[in-house]
Nanobody, 121 residues
Framework: QVRLVESGGGLVQAGGSLRLSCVAS?????VGWFRQAPAKEREFVSA????????VYSDSVKGRCTISRDDAKNAVYLQMNSLKPEDTAVYYC?????????????????WGRGTQVTVSS
């Protein structure tokens, strides 16, 4: 399976920005970003389909985040702006060899190890 490696997390003040990267060891198709805060379930953030023509966002990040992909680099990015303390979580990217895109955790069958995002108030 293709290996996914996330990076770009860190500590930022509320209102700041971060750009998360998900770099794959090979070709990737549907890619989703999810996050998991302590004692909470993993939740959907954003996803992009195989050719970048379809992007979806959760209501909690819509208008503040932009997902994009660079297939020449086997990479997907999540630009996050106007960050809030409630955005604090471990962010994971996930993939599936499928031309569509989905919001559900169980639909994806390949996961990275995550990158920590901490937003201070």
């Amino acid at each position: 399976q293709v290996r996914l490696v996330e990076s770009g997390g860190g500590l930022v003040q509320a209102g700041g920005s971060l750009r998360l990267s998900c770099v794959a060891s090979g070709q990737i198709f549907a890619v989703g970003w999810f996050r998991q805060a302590p004692a909470k379930e993993r939740e959907f953030v954003s996803a992009i389909n195989y050719n970048g023509e379809t992007t979806v966002y959760s209501d909690s990040v819509k208008g503040r985040c932009t997902i994009s992909r660079d297939d020449a680099k086997n990479a997907v990015y999540l630009q996050m702006n106007s960050l809030k303390p409630e955005d604090t979580a471990v962010y994971y990217c996930a993939s599936r060899e499928n031309i569509y895109v989905d919001r559900t955790v169980d639909w994806y069958n390949n996961w990275g190890r995550g990158t920590q995002v901490t937003v201070s108030s």
